[in-house]
């Protein structure tokens, strides 16, 4: 496994096919999830795994809303704990925003609990 970049100042580029957002009440759904979509050969972003989380040296919201644009999917894990979620409510306005502006986009909402 090589190591990754060192430098920090260049945006990487996004390769997930697949972006899931979620409340931290639902991580154990998302490992759960995430580890299904790979083992099918897609590759996903969820913030509660360091192996798919933002970049360094970005901002967490610019870095979100990079991996909501770069995606072909948005997961959306809805339950009362996502809409509690500042985060949650972003990354579904960014998300609409998104698909509103693209048709190809694909929202998928998963309703938990």
């Known amino acids: 496994m090589s190591a990754p970049s060192s430098n920090s100042s260049m945006p990487q580029q996004l390769t997930n096919e697949a972006f899931i957002s979620h409340s931290s009440a639902q991580k154990d759904f998302v490992y759960y999830l995430g580890r299904r979509l790979r083992d099918h050969g897609l590759q996903y972003f969820s913030s509660a795994?360091?192996?798919?989380?933002?970049?360094?040296?970005?901002?967490?919201?610019?870095?979100?809303?990079?991996?909501?644009?770069?995606?072909?999917?948005?997961?959306?894990?809805?339950?009362?704990?996502?809409?509690?979620?500042?985060?949650?409510?972003r990354e579904l306005a960014d998300a609409l925003a998104v698909r509103q502006a693209n048709p190809a986009k694909v929202l998928l909402p998963i309703f938990f609990g």
Request: aromatic content about 10%; some cysteine.
């Open 49 to 89: 795994e360091p192996d798919t989380s933002c970049e360094q040296g970005q901002p967490f919201d610019q870095s979100l809303l990079r991996h909501v644009r770069a995606a072909k999917v948005v997961v959306l894990v809805l339950s009362k704990q996502f809409f509690s979620s500042k985060w949650c409510v």
